[in-house]
């Protein structure tokens, strides 16, 4: 009898063991009217947890509607999508119920979606603990503690009319981990701030991140929230397109930099999405050339559209292929 050979990398599907977030070629079609919209078109994701991440993209790229599933306010056409180990696309409704209530917090980039208006910064923070099993003092206590972290501790028996934007931000971002969530959705938390009041909420943020190690997605048009972060995804067309990596750096006077450096995305079937500046510089559409070099991928236009030899740009002739 011979024996199975090991599966390559290629071979071995991620699985919701593999990190906070897994979107193993997720997909999600709109239909109605006769109209087909593919929101998201094979989408490959991992965050780790314990990561602060940052998710960009033009409207109608997709991310809403990844941030949506995430959330389990909405689900998968195709595809799978895990969160704490968890497969979104298997719950049931109770379960999806369960999972909002338990595993993920979300903050809304409206500040009146966020906070009931009618009760105090404290009372939204015990509301949704009221739910589980923690002891009337736990709650009290873990509130207090919330918006203490938050740094609007004297908020704490104000109602929304009687903050800030970025106060009432800070509160939400208090409810929204009150009951100990693995993961914190923020869909454009600083979008109806000053730049100033937009880096206090942002802070929070990177506090609960840091000193409460909840994993974070932050979608954003701000790039001073964006260029704060150790990795920013760009999504277009209903797939990852590109990554920033931050990374910093002290020099040998000890003052410490950040550089960042973009990356596009490879997904498992071997597809890159090239940046649109790029292509339209370099007039590329259709299709284009590789040439393998020591150590990378030359991607070359297509020469036939404008030369009639086959030598890449600044390049020598070369030989026929066979």
């Given at each position: 009898?011979?024996?199975?050979?090991?599966?390559?990398?290629?071979?071995?599907?991620?699985?919701?063991?593999?990190?906070?977030?897994?979107?193993?070629?997720?997909?999600?079609?709109?239909?109605?009217?006769?109209?087909?919209?593919?929101?998201?078109?094979?989408?490959?994701?991992?965050?780790?947890?314990?990561?602060?991440?940052?998710?960009?993209?033009?409207?109608?790229?997709?991310?809403?509607?990844?941030?949506?599933?995430?959330?389990?306010?909405?689900?998968?056409?195709?595809?799978?999508?895990?969160?704490?180990?968890?497969?979104?696309?298997?719950?049931?409704?109770?379960?999806?119920?369960?999972?909002?209530?338990?595993?993920?917090?979300?903050?809304?980039?409206?500040?009146?979606?966020?906070?009931?208006?009618?009760?105090?910064?404290?009372?939204?923070?015990?509301?949704?603990?009221?739910?589980?099993?923690?002891?009337?003092?736990?709650?009290q206590r873990r509130a207090d503690s919330?918006?203490?972290?938050?740094?609007?501790?004297?908020?704490?028996?104000?109602?929304?009319?009687?903050?800030?934007?970025?106060?009432?931000?800070?509160?939400?971002?208090?409810?929204a981990l009150a009951n100990e969530p693995?993961?914190?959705?923020?869909?454009?938390?600083?979008?109806?701030?000053?730049?100033?009041?937009?880096?206090?909420?942002?802070?929070?943020?990177?506090?609960?991140?840091?000193?409460?190690?909840?994993?974070?997605?932050?979608?954003?048009?701000?790039?001073?929230?964006?260029?704060?972060?150790?990795?920013?995804?760009?999504?277009?067309?209903?797939?990852?397109?590109?990554?920033?990596?931050?990374?910093?750096?002290?020099?040998?006077?000890?003052?410490?930099?950040?550089?960042?450096?973009?990356?596009?995305?490879?997904?498992?079937?071997?597809?890159?999405?090239?940046?649109?500046?790029?292509?339209?510089?370099?007039?590329?559409?259709?299709?284009?050339?590789?040439?393998?070099?020591?150590?990378?991928?030359?991607?070359?236009?297509?020469?036939?559209?404008?030369?009639?030899?086959?030598?890449?740009?600044?390049?020598?002739?070369?030989?026929?292929?066979?």
């Amino acid at each position: 009898m011979t024996e199975r050979a090991a599966p390559t990398p290629d071979d071995q599907l991620p699985t919701g063991s593999d990190g906070m977030i897994v979107c193993d070629r997720l997909v999600r079609i709109y239909s109605g009217e006769g109209i087909e919209v593919q929101a998201l078109q094979g989408l490959d994701l991992l965050i780790a947890p314990g990561d602060l991440t940052a998710l960009i993209g033009a409207a109608g790229s997709g991310k809403s509607t990844l941030i949506n599933i995430l959330a389990g306010l909405d689900t998968p056409t195709a595809g799978k999508a895990w969160v704490a180990g968890q497969d979104l696309g298997a719950m049931t409704a109770q379960e999806r119920l369960a999972y909002r209530r338990s595993t993920v917090g979300f903050v809304w980039q409206q500040t009146s979606r966020n906070l009931l208006p009618y009760m105090t910064a404290r009372q939204n923070v015990l509301l949704p603990m009221r739910l589980g099993l923690m002891g009337r003092r736990e709650r009290q206590r873990r509130a207090d503690s919330l918006l203490g972290t938050m740094g609007i501790a004297y908020c704490a028996d104000r109602t929304p009319d009687r903050m800030s934007g970025g106060e009432q931000q800070r509160a939400a971002i208090a409810t929204a981990l009150a009951n100990e969530p693995k993961l914190l959705l923020a869909d454009e938390p600083t979008g109806e701030l000053d730049s100033s009041t937009a880096q206090d909420v942002f802070s929070a943020l990177q506090t609960a991140n840091t000193e409460l190690g909840v994993t974070m997605l932050v979608v954003t048009h701000d790039s001073a929230v964006s260029s704060q972060v150790r990795r920013t995804i760009a999504i277009r067309d209903g797939k990852i397109s590109s990554e920033t990596i931050r990374h910093a750096a002290t020099d040998e006077r000890g003052e410490t930099t950040l550089h960042a450096r973009e990356y596009a995305t490879l997904d498992r079937a071997g597809r890159v999405q090239l940046p649109r500046k790029m292509i339209r510089r370099l007039g590329m559409r259709n299709r284009v050339e590789l040439q393998e070099e020591p150590g990378h991928i030359g991607v070359w236009p297509d020469q036939a559209l404008g030369h009639t030899t086959d030598e890449a740009p600044g390049q020598a002739p070369r030989q026929e292929r066979e």
